[in-house]
């Protein structure tokens, strides 16, 4: 923890940029080291932080997911309506975007972005681990679509880090909201503990399902700025290949699991809504920030 965190008064900005950290220093390859007894007690201390974080979340979502139990045509319609009824769509934060964002605050939107991306290929490495056949299967072809069929310059992640430097974008964890952070920190949790790993299946069904409209609001903001291609590219590409993403994820990931275990239903869904309720407190923290930018600039 660093002499910021430790006096810093936002419990919630304190907690976040702390498990940030740890998350992207035990994700890296290391080394043996003499002190890995150390450093196993100190990854304890943040598991149980990031255990209590995740429980509290899972607390604010139960009551609603319990309305998708049912059978598997049941389960996948509600699944499907969270599209258009999910915590934090269609948020007025992105047709402004599209429409009204000056170029600063574009700049400024995706560097939080930027800085709250966990990786969707690293996750869907994790989270596939010991699945069944046939969503297994799924998360390959999904793995390979996010490598870029093989090809560098294709690798999703690489057009992430493309656009950070085509625009000059300097995303950190302490320049970057806590709510962005939060939700990165919840992808990582659900998707490196076995224990949520029906939650992890949720969580990134939900991405695809609900991805498409709000990057291709992003592009249409991009173009608009006079952003180009490369820029551009990572939201362009998402915008239309995460629809067949999610119909095959629905198809061949949920639909199967749920039928042949009634009772992962239940996890599938707040896994989902978790995901989608910590890009509402995005979008709500964003907007809130980006108002007080123009109002400031306006005086």
Known sequence: MSADDITDPDPQRQLHRRLARFNAVRLKPGSPRPQWREDLACEHEHRLLEGDFLEALRSQVQAAASASAGNADH????????????????????????????????????????????????????????????????????????????????????????????????????????????????MVALATTRRYAWHAIGALGVIELTAPGRVKQVAAGMRRLGLGGRARAYFDLHAALDVSHSRAWIREVIRPLVEADPACGQFIAEGALMRLTCGERCFARYSAELQRVEETAAC
């Open 75 to 186: 389960f996948t319609g509600w699944f499907e309506s969270l599209e258009r009824t999910g915590p934090g769509q269609h948020h007025a934060l992105f047709d402004w975007l599209a429409l009204e964002a000056t170029l600063p605050q574009m700049r400024w939107f995706l560097t939080q972005e930027a800085a709250g991306e966990a990786g969707f290929e690293d996750l869907l490495a994790c989270t596939q681990v010991k699945l069944p056949p046939q969503p297994k299967l799924e998360c390959a072809r999904n793995f390979w679509d996010e490598m870029g069929h093989g090809k560098q310059s294709a690798m999703h992640g690489q057009m992430l880090e493309q656009m950070v430097r085509e625009l000059d974008l300097h995303p950190a964890i302490d320049t970057t909201v806590w709510e962005s952070l939060a939700l990165a920190n919840t």
